[in-house]
């Protein structure tokens, strides 16, 4: 039977939406950023009331919020092919379009939260009047969070108390809410509960934690935090659940598309420079030395997407897809360090200086490695599918 060419490209109307997206940061996006401090976090007001309102208008905020709770209620295959399109500016790795996308506040609070929740946090957030974050990691370490979360939360008549603290929570300088886990069974290891913390509760204050990228993570302490039961997510002792299926493994997807699309774009400048720029005479391009670390990266980038590609159709058809997911996670962390790199490299001292968006990327993507689940923990869940004789098999197995 033949197969048909249709198989192996996207659909039309999701390939015009990758395009508009494309248009929206090479027109928008990368020129207005071209005025900014090489180590800005967000663009001045007017430009993004301006620029949310277009994206509004292209129907594209908020990309994976269902459409009834004000978003484009895109599927996580079409979210990972227009977020590569989104991150390819300077700022794109961690604030794809400087948030002109919308800052949704995680999945699982839509997915978990009471109808009071999501009127109170969730929709607001939406709609871009709140910021939220999500608290996991702590001093005590972030692979392992069923073993390393500390903070505690007791229950004291219609309100719980947290103490503890958590370290390099990405968002929090900025936002007025969050998600914090917190252990409220002592005895078991994934006696964890899911609660929503407000800036301005008694006891509850953060501290930048300054690191390799702009955009600074946040520690966050409590101190007999009261918390209403009522800001309980989900139930009591079911955190875990909230955590290791839905938000960390789910989230991995785009973050990887996130870091291909930076790929990508650190690739196509240096193929562009190397065909402009000569030296002994004629253009890099013509060196057999350049041309195999230009080719080395195209072929990375391009298994790469497949993975990506791959994790997200197993998400969407329902399939367990973390064993995927982490396979994304690792394989594109890795990816984007080889091609900035390279790109670096091709492109001499202009790689390092801040009139390129190079050596950004360079700082950004060493963290891609660590957050998120580190490569060694990724590296731990394949292994584990691998040898489980389940669905992680070696492939022809
Ligand atoms: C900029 C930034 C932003 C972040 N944003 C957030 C956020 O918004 N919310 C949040 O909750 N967390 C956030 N994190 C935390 C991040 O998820 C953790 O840093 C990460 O999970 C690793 O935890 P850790 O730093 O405590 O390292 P550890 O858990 O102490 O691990 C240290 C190293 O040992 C390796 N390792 C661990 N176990 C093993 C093993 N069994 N075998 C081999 N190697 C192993 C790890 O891979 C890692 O390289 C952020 C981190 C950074 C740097």
Known sequence: ???????????????????????YIQNEIVP???????????????????????VKGMGLWCPTVPQHLGGAGLNCFWEAVIHEEMVQHRAGLYLPGYGTFGYPPPPVSWEYGTPEQIE??????????????????????????ARAIRTTARRDGDDWVLNGSKI?????????????????DPQSRRGISCFIVEKGMPGFTWQPVPVIRPYYPAQLFFEDVRVPHRYLLGEVNKGWDILANRLLARGRIPYSAANLG????????????AQKRETFGAPLATRQAIQWMLVDSEMEIRAC?????EAAWKYDSGEDFRMEAAMAKVFSSEVLMRVVDRAVQVHGGYGVSKWLPLERWYREARVRRIGEGPSEVMRMVIARYLFSGGQGAPVGA
């Open 120 to 145: 109170q946090f969730v929709k607001p957030t939406i709609e871009g009047q709140r910021h939220a974050f999500f608290a996991i990691t702590e001093p005590s370490g972030g692979s392992d969070p």
């Open 262 to 273: 930076v790929a990508v774009a650190a690739q196509r400048m240096a193929v562009d420079y």
């Open 305 to 309: 997407r497949w993975l990506v590609w």
């Open 168 to 184: 390099f929570i990405s968002g929090a300088l900025q936002a007025d809410w969050g998600l914090v886990f917190a252990r409220t």
């Open 1 to 23: 039977m033949p197969v048909s060419p249709d198989a192996y490209v996207l659909p039309e109307p999701l390939r015009m939406l990758k395009q508009t997206v494309r248009d």
């Open 32 to 54: 207005l950023e071209r005025e900014l401090d090489p180590e800005a976090i967000a663009i001045p007001k007017e430009h993004y009331e301006r620029l949310s309102r277009k």
